[in-house]
């Protein structure tokens, strides 16, 4: 028998039961069941270290700024190597190899890791923006049928369970200097990916075959995983894009709705919840809230709010009618009325993050952001700001690029030098 994960109003729901079974606890994805981040009720430490809360630890074989995801006591986890492990010297693009990992999740032990060396000659040089996070950024997508990555200019790929690939599909060759990040998200038999960078447009593939099944060419310096949005027993696939948000028909490419959105780049992933999408975004820092569901041009019936804060990279979360967000480099964090848009908070970290490229998660009413080289951090997700710890692992000196991951009360998170399972 197959198990299918079936998205619904703002839920996943699992039926029959596959050989390799997936949990009602499994990360399945970029930012979770919902693409949001949200970790329910999961109980997590507030504090570790390398001697505290530190379940295992496994050495990553080479870099990687994706996420980890859980499916069916699996994790499946991206990294690069062979070239573009060092500014100074990057080494000879013709070695670089691009892999997909699966490790046990409990263990940490290696199950099986997959090589990919397709299309790397057309890989951006590392050097710049793209030194800051590599040829691994894109988290995989899972479910009964298989693993799907994205590997830019190395093209969309499905993987079965047992490592084998099934089918690749270059979208196109095209580079830019901020590299390429988004991440393939799944609807019913289609893999979708935003391939601006390579080719200009989202495009959508068969799961079984990689055939194109539609394209959607109007986006514009999109670097964001586009969102899964239920309204009215029907889905809405929502990314932001510079000065327009847009919702498509997830099964046929066709438009939905646009609206006025934020007049830059935008890395951001949007949010939804109870069919209020929320888009942050652009180096002068933008939020908007706009109702789902519309036709057309929706600018000025349903956009309920904007507000002069947000982030430029990472992307925010919802939780008990408040947005909680920060600042990928000026190591502020927000908080903001859902409904209103109203800063609730605006507070800088101490000690100081540097920069902050992954997207929080909120586990127990807990907020937990991720800094690049300055440690976690881990705050009540209440609209009264307070600092309840600041973690660090010392002996890990590396680059933390990935958002965290969790699946039955373990958090998984990545560096450039390690995989970690954190737990209680």
Known sequence: M???????????FLTALPALAAAPTDWPQFRGPTQDGDAQTAQLPVE???????VWRKEMPGFGASSTVVFGGRLYVTYYDGYGLSEEEP?????????????????????????????????????????????????????????????????AACYSHDGKLQWQKVLGDKTHAFGTANSPVLYEDLVIINGFVECGAIVAL??????????????????????LVAVDGKHELVFSSEGTIRALDPATGKELWFCKGIDDYICPSVIAHDGIVYAIGARKSTAVAIKAGGEGDVS??????????????SSPVYYDGNLYWASEGKGIVYCADAKTGEIKY???????PGRIYASPIVADG???????????????????????????????????????????????????????????
């Open 206 to 227: 068969d799961k079984k075959t990689g055939q194109e099944r539609w394209r959607f060419d109007q986006v514009n310096r999109a670097w964001n995983t586009p969102c």
């Open 366 to 424: 807990k907020l937990y952001y991720v800094s690049r080289d300055a440690g976690a951090f881990v705050l009540p997700a209440k609209p009264e700001f307070s600092l309840l710890a600041h973690n660090e692992i010392s002996d890990d000196d590396s680059i933390f690029n990935g958002s965290p991951a969790v699946s039955g009360g373990k958090m998984y998170l990545r560096s450039n030098k390690f995989l970690y399972c954190i737990a209680k």
């Open 91 to 155: 080494g000879e693009k013709q070695n670089l190899r691009r892999h997909l990992m699966c490790l046990d999740k409990d263990s940490g032990q290696v199950i099986w890791d997959e090589s990919n060396d397709e299309n790397v000659e057309k890989a951006a040089d590392y050097k710049g923006f793209i030194a800051l996070h590599g040829f691994a950024s894109s988290t995989p997508v899972v479910d009964d049928t298989g693993i799907y990555v994205y590997y830019g200019t190395g093209g």
């Open 346 to 352: 605006e507070e800088r970290l101490e000690p100081r």
């Open 2 to 12: 197959i198990r299918t994960a079936v998205f619904f109003c703002g839920f996943w």
């Open 48 to 54: 570790w270290s390398a001697d505290k809360n530190l």
């Open 300 to 313: 000025e019936s349903h956009r309920l709010w904007e507000q002069g804060k947000g982030s430029n990279v």
